[in-house]
């Protein structure tokens, strides 16, 4: 099997297939040795599990998460990178490769026909033009995960994991929080990928539960309230509602006096609780 953390592998591959990265399709490879199998062995690559993964570039993760999990269907939108994957994959006889856009994949269909029988992961280096789009595609399809491990630009994993509540969380951080759990599970540095990134990056974890979900009494009125809330951070939450909701601010201090929410409150100021607290009230009196 090719060493595909070796430079010079790296190389002689693109220069038999004739391949140039794209910026566009955000093809950083994976060239530091330690990290694609630290990525599989807490993916839960593993007996057992089949693993899906999203941008296999020249397979370098697909082969260590190969080597550990029943199987791996990978989704890869760039055509060129097929002939090249038949030859570094060649020695597994588990994965398959599908090539196509994420985005417009049927999630559902593909873990019913891929993976039945087994249990499921998500691993993947995303593509970092669409990392949140990705994560609230993987969360919002409900396919049955047990765990969700990409890598993401640092910014992206600060943001993802962040406490709802602090100045780091966002829209994006209490939508994560709804579906599952978030956590940090360690840095990569921009010289652990070829091309090297102008950022650093870090691999992160979702892992699903029904903790806050369960709480919501109205799920597209808590969307609808968070990216509300977050859409003019500066703003109060007050202002950013209600010409987002088109709600008059009575109906807002209403809601927020009814839950001990101060009328001046930004929206990065409130926990998870009372952002669901909040559009609970909402959802009964509008
Ligand atoms: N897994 C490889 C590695 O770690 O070396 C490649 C990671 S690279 C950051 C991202 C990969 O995602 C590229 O192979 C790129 O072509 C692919 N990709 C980009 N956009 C995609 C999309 N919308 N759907 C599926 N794959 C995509």
């Known amino acids: 099997m090719k060493n595909l953390t070796n430079i010079n592998v790296v190389k002689e591959l693109l220069e038999k297939y004739g391949f140039t990265f794209s910026k566009g399709l955000g093809q950083n490879f994976l060239i530091n040795p330690s990290v694609c199998p630290k990525i599989a062995e807490y993916g839960l690559a593993q007996e057992g599990y089949g693993i899906l993964e999203i941008g296999t570039g020249f397979g370098t993760l697909t082969a260590e998460l190969a080597k550990r999990a029943d199987k791996v269907t990978a989704v890869e939108i760039d055509s060129r990178l097929l002939p090249v994957l038949e030859e570094t994959l060649s020695d597994f006889d588990n994965v398959q490769i599908i090539n196509d856009d994420i985005m417009k994949v049927n999630l559902t269909e593909l873990v019913e026909t891929e993976f039945a029988g087994m249990k499921t992961a998500v ?164």
């Open 123 to 286: 691993c993947a280096n995303l593509p970092y033009y669409i990392t949140s789009p990705v994560i609230m595609l993987l969360l919002e399809s409900e396919i049955p995960v047990e765990a969700i491990t990409v890598m993401v630009q640092k910014e992206a994993a600060q943001r993802l994991c962040a406490k709802v509540g602090t100045r780091q969380a966002g829209a994006v951080t209490a939508a994560v929080q709804f579906y599952g759990r978030a956590e940090k599970l360690f840095d990569v540095s921009r010289g652990s990928f070829m091309p090297a990134p102008k950022v650093d990056s870090a691999v992160i974890q979702i892992r699903p539960d029904n903790h806050y979900r369960s709480m919501v009494k109205d799920k597209e009125l808590f969307f609808r309230v968070v990216r509300g809330a977050f859409s003019q951070r500066r703003k109060t939450m007050a202002n950013s509602l209600s010409s987002m909701l088109g709600l008059s601010k009575e109906q807002l201090y209403d809601c927020m006096d009814k839950t001990g929410i101060d009328r001046n409150v930004r929206a990065e100021q409130l926990s998870m609780e009372q952002l669901i607290e909040f559009s609970n009230e909402l959802s009964g009196n509008i």
